[in-house]
């Protein structure tokens, strides 16, 4: 990523590794997620890499808090749950979060692995759909990118597949 390093928050980090990778790169990152055994894990990962002192791990349910402050990056990477969620409220908060010129990458399925729990008995939402449900489209100025970017996944097994994500960055007048 080619960002001056400065303050990044991870929403939904799981096993941390984006937290981790950002902290490495010189960011000082706030991460956070719902799930105590995510924290746990993300913690001791962040120490045995010797990045624990750039990293802060934050306890919230999105849903309900928000961790403060103001963040040249914010990355919403699968920020998904099977449990009522609401997306379309935490997304712009966390936009209303960024520092000036900061911004918010929000990466979603834009397809399923063949291994994957989740076969698409239904049609993935297009990156431009996954735009207008965060009510921009593609020409407003604050959209930096839009577009599906395809990617080796790797499965349970080792097996590989190639996958489709959505990417949407938006960046901060
Ligand atoms: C599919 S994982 C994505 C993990 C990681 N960002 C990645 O790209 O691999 C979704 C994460 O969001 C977290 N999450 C789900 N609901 C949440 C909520 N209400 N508040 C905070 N985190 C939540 C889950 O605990 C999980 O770690």
């Known amino acids: 990523m080619d960002r001056t390093p400065g303050h990044a928050l991870d929403l939904g980090f799981a096993k941390g590794d984006d937290a981790i990778w950002l902290a490495q790169q010189g960011w000082d990152v706030v991460a956070t997620d719902i799930a105590q055994a995510a924290l746990d894990i993300a913690k001791a990962g962040a120490a045995k890499r010797g990045v624990a002192d750039r990293m802060l791990f934050a306890h919230h349910d999105l849903a309900i808090s928000f961790p403060e402050g103001r963040y040249d990056f914010i ?99």
């Open 75 to 173: 990355s919403a990477m699968f920020l998904q749950t099977p449990f009522e969620f609401p997306k379309r409220e935490v997304l712009p908060q966390a936009y209303g979060q960024l520092a000036s010129g900061g911004m918010l990458l929000i990466v979603t399925h834009g397809s399923a692995a063949p291994w994957s729990w989740s076969k698409a008995d239904h049609p993935y939402p297009t990156p431009e759909e996954d735009l207008a449900a965060l009510g921009y489209a593609a020409s407003d100025k604050e959209v930096a990118f839009v577009g599906g970017v395809r990617r080796t996944a790797r499965g349970p097994n080792g097996q590989t597949a190639q996958v489709l994500d959505n990417v949407i960055a938006l960046v901060k007048e």
